[in-house]
Structures are given as C-alpha cells and as structure tokens.
C-alpha cells in the first residue's frame, strides 16, 4: 500500500491549456508561478534599517513565508490584450470598454443573479472571455485566485474566488467587479498584466503544457451543450457513470 501511494504522489497532475490563437500562445503565455513575482517585491532589500537609533535590520517582505509559498504553487494566466473600461459613477450603472485586439468579447450577468450583492449601482460587473480552455487529467480543484500582489492598486478591481475542477468543466473566464466611486473613471489594464492564479489543490507535482488548436478541436473541448440548467453536475456524472462501466 505504501509503495502504491508513493507511485501516486510521484505521478504528476497535467494541466493542459488550449487556444486558437497564435498570437496570445506567443505573447501571452500562462506562466508558474515562481516567474510572476512582482517588480516591487523583486526590489525590496531583504533587509532595512530600523530608524530612531536602533541597532539592526529589519526584515522585508522578501522573507515573508506567506508569500515566498503562494509564488511557489500554481500557475498565472496574463491578460492577453490591452482592455480600458470606464465606469459610470455611483448610481448610474453606466460602462463603456474597449480591447485592443478588436477580437476579445466580455458578457455582464445582470443582478438579480447575485441578489443585493455588489449592486449595479455601485459596483460593475464583468467577465472576461478568456481564450484559453484547460483540461486535466486528473480530479483536482483548483483555486481561482485574483493575483491582488500584481496590481499596483488591488483595491480597484475584485476577482472573486472560485473553485473548478477542470476535469468535468474546461473554462477559465474571469469574472470581476469594480468599485464606482463619485465620477467616471477610466482603467487601463496592459496586455501581460498577471489577470488570474489558478493554484491546484494537491500535494502532488503539476505539470501544465499548451497547445495550438483548430477552432474546431477548441469547440469540441468541455461539457457538450445538452441541458438548460446544471450543466457541469450532469456532464460529471455521466462522465463518472461511464468510466464505471
């Protein structure tokens, strides 16, 4: 038993990543974790000094354990285009937005989905279509995380968690709220801006490969669309059914 454990510990989770687009394979490819640390973090000293007369360095960020460990997991999907969006202020529920690449497409789910929750009239809603679809082979959660170390003001943006087992459901869209506040206001977000950390929920080693897809091969990945409502529990568990049989 101990020997069929360790054989499954060492066997690594593939994540694969697909797109139809040659374009953001070449500029804005996925990256682990470990290559997104960001540039104000790389610059910290790991030492300062204490001020007032005191004798002794004082330890940065660049030894915090929280830290050092989440650049170690998972991987980080860029914005694979440049997007400017101006939202309305308080009260109006008013947005506009443009992506560069004159390609890239983003829905907003109306709020009686969510309830009172971050109503229209202060915050807007958006999801970004990401041109990416994963699949792996194995039956891990992964984390959707927003990479708030990233942005230099995480405060104007909220992605929200999420968890998705890429296993049963192949869709990595972004969805975000931003805050209103008093006046229009426009935000610019650059192409390879770190937009999304997916991080697995596993012990076990990961390894993520991409590929370069016909747009027929990319419409043929994930759940098929057979059913109006609960979609990803039934396309897992007919996919469950038939691996038993």
């Not at 101990?2 to 953001?24: E, H, M």
């Not at 308080?90 to 971050?118: C, K, M, N």
């Amino acid at each position: 038993m101990k020997s069929f454990i360790n054989q499954l510990l060492n066997r690594p989770v593939v994540l694969d990543l697909y797109t139809t687009r040659q374009d953001v394979i070449k500029y804005s490819h996925p990256l682990p974790a470990s290559k997104v640390h960001p540039e104000w973090w790389k610059a910290l000293p790991k030492e300062v000094g204490r001020g007032n007369n005191m004798l002794g360095g004082l330890r940065t960020m660049k030894h915090c354990l929280g830290f050092t460990e989440l650049f170690k997991h998972g991987i980080f999907l860029p914005l694979w285009t440049d997007l400017e969006i101006e939202v309305g202020p308080i009260g109006t529920g008013q947005a506009r937005w443009q992506f560069a690449d004159l390609r890239s497409v983003l829905a907003v789910h109306p709020e009686i989905q969510r309830g009172s929750y971050l109503p229209d009239t202060h915050y807007l809603h958006l999801k970004l279509d990401s041109p990416w679809k994963a699949v792996c082979n194995e039956d891990v959660s992964w984390l959707f995380l927003q990479p708030s170390w990233n942005f230099e003001q995480p405060e104007r943006q909220i992605i929200p968690s999420a968890a998705i087992d890429f296993k049963y459901q192949c869709g990595t869209h972004i969805n975000m709220f931003i805050p209103r506040t008093q006046q229009t206001e426009t935000l610019s977000f650059a192409q390879g801006q770190p937009i999304l950390h997916l991080l697995p929920i596993t012990e076990r080693r990961v390894e993520y490969r991409t590929h370069l897809i016909t747009q027929e091969e990319y419409d043929n990945l994930g759940v098929p669309n057979l059913w109006f409502t609960d979609t990803y529990k039934k396309n897992k568990k007919l996919t469950q059914k038939e691996k038993n049989t």
